[in-house]
């Protein structure tokens, strides 16, 4: 049974290693992830939102839906903690 | 932790890096737009140093200085902000979260959202300090 764990993984391993090869080299300007709305989101940022980091105006403006839901799965997990682990009488 | 902390030493070390850890905070927050930083690491900085006057002030003393009630409605009010700064867009003829429509007189477009951005920020770090006082609160088990 070990050996045979040890085995899935090793081949799963060899398997991934092989897929890494036909992956873009990093920061390659022709891969798919650069060509599609990366370029648009580079050139416009200062126009659009006068501010100079594109990381920021990505999460927080382009990709405001997104930062709001990571918000709200925060705000969950701690409402969750709350609601299980509280003392009797508070809150 | 119930009792403070035996230790002077710690308990002075303590006193005097907190403000510093608050202030570096808050430059992380606000510096989000020029360099690495943002909402959701200044909130963690913020938090953790409320968790630090936890730890070595006991937690009596530190929940008089910052409740932990204090810390939930810190946390409902961080994502109150983030709704609001989408919300209000809506009702004055834009999309959901465009801040370009916020209703603030004598700024251009680009302006506004740089300012929607940075409330937006700022509801996310409050969201995530708020959060994670309650969850170290809550899983120290301590009665507050």
């Given at each position: 049974m070990r050996w045979l764990g040890i085995a899935v993984l090793g081949s799963f391993f060899a398997l991934m290693l092989f897929a890494s090869t036909g992956l873009p080299d990093r920061g390659d300007p022709d891969a798919p992830a650069s060509t599609h709305v990366s370029p648009f989101y580079i050139e416009n940022t200062m126009e659009d939102t006068d501010t100079p980091n594109v990381v920021t105006s990505v999460v927080a403006d382009y990709r405001g839906y997104d930062t709001l839901g990571e918000t709200v799965v925060i705000f969950t997990a701690g409402l969750a903690c709350v609601l299980i682990l509280r003392k009797k009488g508070v809150l | 932790m119930k009792r403070p902390h035996e230790s002077?030493?710690?308990?002075?070390?303590?006193?005097?890096?907190?403000?510093?850890?608050?202030?570096?905070?808050?430059?992380?927050?606000?510096?989000?737009?020029?360099?690495?930083?943002?909402?959701?690491?200044?909130?963690?900085?913020?938090?953790?140093?409320?968790?630090?006057?936890?730890?070595?002030?006991?937690?009596?003393?530190?929940?008089?200085?910052?409740?932990?009630?204090?810390?939930?409605?810190?946390?409902?009010?961080?994502?109150?902000?983030?709704?609001?700064?989408?919300?209000?867009?809506?009702?004055?003829?834009?999309?959901?979260?465009?801040?370009?429509?916020?209703?603030?007189?004598?700024?251009?477009?680009?302006?506004?959202?740089?300012?929607?951005?940075?409330?937006?920020?700022?509801?996310?770090?409050?969201?995530?300090?708020?959060?994670?006082?309650?969850?170290?609160?809550?899983?120290?088990?301590?009665?507050?």
């Open positions: - | 002077v030493i710690v308990q002075i070390t303590g006193i005097v890096m907190v403000p510093f850890i608050q202030l570096f905070a808050l430059y992380v927050i606000f510096h989000g737009h020029y360099g690495p930083g943002g909402g959701f690491q200044g909130g963690a900085l913020l938090g953790v140093s409320f968790i630090l006057t936890r730890l070595f002030l006991g937690q009596e003393a530190s929940s008089k200085r910052f409740p932990s009630k204090l810390a939930a409605v810190f946390a409902c009010t961080g994502l109150l902000i983030y709704f609001l700064t989408g919300l209000i867009p809506l009702f004055n003829g834009g999309n959901f979260l465009d801040y370009a429509h916020l209703p603030i007189p004598g700024m251009h477009a680009a302006e506004l959202r740089y300012y929607g951005i940075m409330f937006v920020e700022i509801g996310v770090a409050l969201g995530v300090f708020g959060t994670i006082v309650l969850l170290y609160d809550n899983l120290a088990g301590e009665n507050w």
